[in-house]
């Protein structure tokens, strides 16, 4: 698999346009930062994956170890009550394993968005199955978002170990 070249790609305008936002909440000291891993299913099979994610190029599914979109639901709006009861915002940065590969990530980017705020909302993601029509409805949800990009293409590909 090869990197993206951004240049030659519509993809890299909307790419612009989203990093041109302003900073994220993160900082804010009265924030209650968590980090989400919505799964630990991955695409790729890194050399150095610290969370040791499984290899399973599947999309469109959800596995019996994985949370449902209700009972992920029911959880965010347990954390935006503590922080409330707290005077906290919650700041919520989902992960993995690769998020896009449940086929819900978008309806949990939405909903964290519409109950926290999309300041409050973000994600990493190795980048490999984003595509134009994720950006359009990231771009309502979130402020910003990571892709890992590990060096200059040779060495992104060695650590990355892309089957593709």
Not at 112 to 122: E, H, K, N, Q, R
Not at 136 to 145: A, G, H, L, R, T
Request: aromatic share 12%; proline share 4%.
């Amino acid at each position: 698999m090869k990197l993206i070249d951004f240049k030659e790609h519509k993809i890299h305008y909307k790419l612009r346009k989203f990093f041109s936002k302003p900073e994220c909440k993160a900082a804010d000291p009265k924030t209650l930062k968590i980090i989400f891993n919505i799964t630990y299913r991955c695409n790729l099979e890194c050399i150095g994956c610290c969370v040791n994610a499984r290899f399973s190029p599947r999309l469109g599914v959800i596995t019996k170890d994985e949370l449902t979109f209700k009972e992920i639901v029911l959880l965010l709006q347990k954390i935006k009550s503590y922080g409330m009861k707290k005077g906290l915002n919650p700041y919520i940065a989902f992960t993995g394993g690769e998020p896009f590969l449940r086929p819900d990530f978008l309806d949990i980017l939405q909903y964290s968005s519409s109950l926290f705020g999309a300041d409050y909302v973000t994600f990493e993601t190795n980048g490999t199955l984003l595509s134009d029509n994720h950006l359009d409805i990231i771009n309502s949800c979130v402020n910003n978002f990571g892709v890992s990009i590990d060096g200059d293409e040779e060495y992104h590909n060695y650590w990355r170990n892309p089957l593709n």
